[in-house]
């Protein structure tokens, strides 16, 4: 099992390349609890927002989607 730590440390590695960042924040969303999902939501933007704000926005965005067409 991942730990949001865990996933932080990764997202700080590949944060020198937007498609790294991207998979791995991708995946990150499909494996933590949704509790987590939250909490790194918002430590992405604060930590990666100027940088990345499209791809955290997207990744984001697309976990929204999911849970729309889930609840109905």
């Known amino acids: 099992m991942i730990t949001l730590n865990y996933v932080k440390v990764i997202l700080e590695k ?23 999902v939250s909490e790194l939501q918002a430590w992405c933007y604060d930590k990666f927002g100027k940088i990345y704000n499209q791809v ?14 889930l609840a109905q």
């Open 14 to 36: 590949v944060s020198f390349d937007a498609k790294l960042f991207e998979k791995e924040l991708k995946k990150a969303i499909k494996t933590l609890l949704s509790d987590e």
């Open 56 to 69: 955290i926005e997207k990744c984001f965005n697309r976990l929204r989607r999911k849970m729309n067409v």
